[in-house]
């Protein structure tokens, strides 16, 4: 059965489904994909619970998606959310010795690329899915990849909160958007979500959508 679990970390509080067994051989860390959430690899858990019962399972809502906290005063940087794994891999090498294996889909797997690279010594095995290394462009690029990034700062924050009429409608865009079922978004988006006074709306913070300032050159990349 999974369980909701908090991490606490020096700027965030992660929240992350959780499947602990009594006794494990190795932990599998999980890290979704941008304005997705832990809720993508639920099919994935439900599956490997089946398989093996005797491997922890935790997969992560990274700073400002699904269940955690958002930025209180900044963005969120690439780099960033490297430090932050590494926070959380720390507290589980603290709690077990087991090996950690980290399984990372589209954003999530170009986070974990670097971390297993920066910090081989965490990281027994690695698992990327629709996600290679760290996105990178030209040199030449860096002036107008900062002055785009900084632009659309101030677009993300000047534009207006989007409100709909129910969790179903949010359903159907997202379904329509990434080309899938509305019972394969279905708990995807339940996760992303939250309703006010005004209606329902996305859980996730809208400053994620802000462009990067700065992306590594290709040589860095490599």
Known sequence: MLTEQTFQVR??????????????????????????????FL???????????????????????GLSSHARDGFYPFHDYIDTLNQVIVQLKQQSTCPVVLVG???????????????????????????YGPISEPEQNALQRLRKGVLSRQRVMQKPERYFNSQAQMKELRAMRYGLTVSQ?????????????????WRHDKKLKANSLYRMSPSHSQ
Not at 11 to 32: D, G, M, N, W
Not at 106 to 129: R, W
Request: proline share 4%.
């Open 43 to 65: 099919p994935l858990i439900e599956e490997m619970q089946k398989q093996n019962s005797a491997v922890k399972l935790v997969a992560l809502d990274l700073p400002g998606h």
């Open 105 to 131: 889909h589209s954003l999530g797997a170009l986070i974990a690329s670097c971390y297993s690279a920066a910090f081989p010594e965490h990281i027994d095995y690695l698992v990327q899915i629709e996600g």
């Open 11 to 40: 700027h965030y509080a992660l929240s992350a489904l959780c499947f602990e067994p009594e006794q494990f051989t190795r932990c599998i860390v999980f890290l979704h994909g941008w304005l997705d959430n832990a809720a993508s």
């Open 185 to 201: 978004v279905a708990a995807l988006v339940e996760r992303d979500s939250q309703h006010s006074d005004k209606g329902w709306q």
